[in-house]
């Protein structure tokens, strides 16, 4: 039956191209933004597992800021302590030369006081951002270095905490005994001895902790890259299979239109019945 007033291959006709410029806009969509889910609306439970990713993404650019900069602190206190492990290292030396009565105790006297002055300067100067481990006033160093998730619950951040070594306590230079005579030498050398072990213990923590620090640096910055690759493979489009899409929808839009033209001009064929 023919009818005037109800089209039905009109309306088959503009609903199917309803849909296909639907799917096209969807396509340019992908294209022009590169992202196959781009809102909420395009896949909700996707978008929102990329989202908490991204905020990970987020923290671990933070966490390696903050890692970059505790290994800069790191590295100015193991400098500070390696420095005054040599520096420990001449005073034996000197404190050795004077166990001879022959000594000429004043120089030897004088050139460990410079020692002690140079242990003295680089305690005060080995800080960074005013940070400093060996100084009895300085305070502990603590680097975020991760941002934890399990499941659902809300992330936590880690940190790696370093204690103050109070390289002036452990290391004593102003109640060393003068050497004056032989004697005094090898008391100075004892005294040396504790602080040079005292120092290199010291030394090693920084260094231990510096590690740690450098490496979970890199780590960090491997698994961000991981959180990335694993975003686009959630919400990335393929680009060369939405070129071909658009390509297909291009060519139905045009047979859409085409459809309904058809279509519309079917109710025309009724005037013949009345000539």
């Keep these: 039956m023919s009818s005037i007033l109800t089209n039905n291959g009109a309306m ?31 896949n909700s439970a996707i978008w929102a597992i990329s989202k908490v990713m991204e905020s990970d993404v987020a923290g671990f650019d933070a966490v390696s800021k903050s890692l970059s900069v505790g290994e800069a602190t790191l590295g100015v206190a193991t400098a500070g302590a390696e420095s005054i492990v040599e520096t420990l ?9 004077g166990g ?12 460990m006081l410079q020692k002690v002055a140079q242990i003295n300067e680089t305690i005060a100067a080995s800080q960074f951002n005013g940070v400093n ?29 370093v204690a103050n070594l109070d390289f002036e306590a452990g290391i004593d230079t102003g109640g060393m005994t003068a050497i004056t005579s032989a004697a005094t030498a090898s008391d100075a ?12 213990t010291g030394a090693s923590t920084i260094g231990a902790a510096a590690s740690r620090v450098s490496g979970q640096n890199e780590f960090v910055g491997k698994l961000g890259d991981s ?35 058809i279509a519309n001009q079917a109710p025309q064929t009724i005037l013949s019945l009345f000539r």
């Design 89 to 97: 290292k001449e005073m034996e030396a000197l404190a050795v030369s």
């Design 227 to 261: 959180l990335k690759s694993g975003i686009g493979a959630l919400v990335d489009a393929d680009m060369e299979a939405a070129s071909a899409r658009l390509q297909a929808l291009q060519t139905q839009q045009q047979l859409g239109v085409q459809a309904l033209s």
């Design 189 to 200: 050398f004892d005294e040396i001895q504790t602080m040079l072990t005292t120092a290199i």
């Design 100 to 111: 001879s009565e022959t000594a000429d105790f004043t120089k030897i006297q004088a050139d």
């Design 133 to 161: 481990l060996l100084s009895t006033a300085g305070a502990g160093l603590s680097v975020v270095s991760s941002v934890n998730r399990v499941g659902v619950a809300p992330a936590t951040i880690a940190t790696i905490d």
């Design 12 to 42: 088959v006709a503009l609903q199917t191209l309803k849909s296909v410029n639907a799917s096209l806009t969807d396509t340019q969509n992908q294209i022009s933004t590169g992202k196959e889910i781009g809102s909420a609306k395009d």
